[in-house]
């Protein structure tokens, strides 16, 4: 019961966002929830992060092996598509950055699954 709640108000609140921003911004803020996870557990847990936990959410998620992760990680770029094709908001120039970080991110973790 406790993750249904969790889950209804983490979406409600993700749809709410997009009353004061856009698409674009709020796929990208919920593709960052790992970052955020691994900054809790450090400052109020003291978890220590291992080197790969601390890379892989910086080149945008890209520890995600199967092929359901692969297209979660891509989100962002559809709903930026989307958005623009729908709603006419253009993706401005941090958007471009942080679609190159998702990229390179799909491509560091296929090149690891090859290997």
């Known amino acids: 019961m406790l993750g249904l709640i969790g889950v209804g108000t983490y979406n409600a609140l993700q749809y709410l966002a997009l009353v004061t921003t856009t698409p674009i911004n709020v796929t990208l803020i ?22 790969r936990q601390v890379v892989a959410p910086a080149f945008s998620l890209a520890g995600g092996p199967a092929l359901a992760a692969f297209f979660g990680n891509l ?3 559809f709903a930026a598509l989307m958005s623009a094709a729908l709603l006419g908001e253009p993706p ?24």
């Open 92 to 115: 401005r120039w941090f958007h471009a950055l942080a679609f190159a970080l998702i990229v390179a991110g799909i491509v560091v973790s296929s090149a690891r699954q090859h290997s």
């Open 75 to 77: 989100t962002p770029v």
């Open 30 to 51: 919920a593709a960052s929830s790992p970052v955020w996870m691994l900054a809790v557990g450090a400052l109020v847990h003291r978890e220590h992060p291992r080197r």
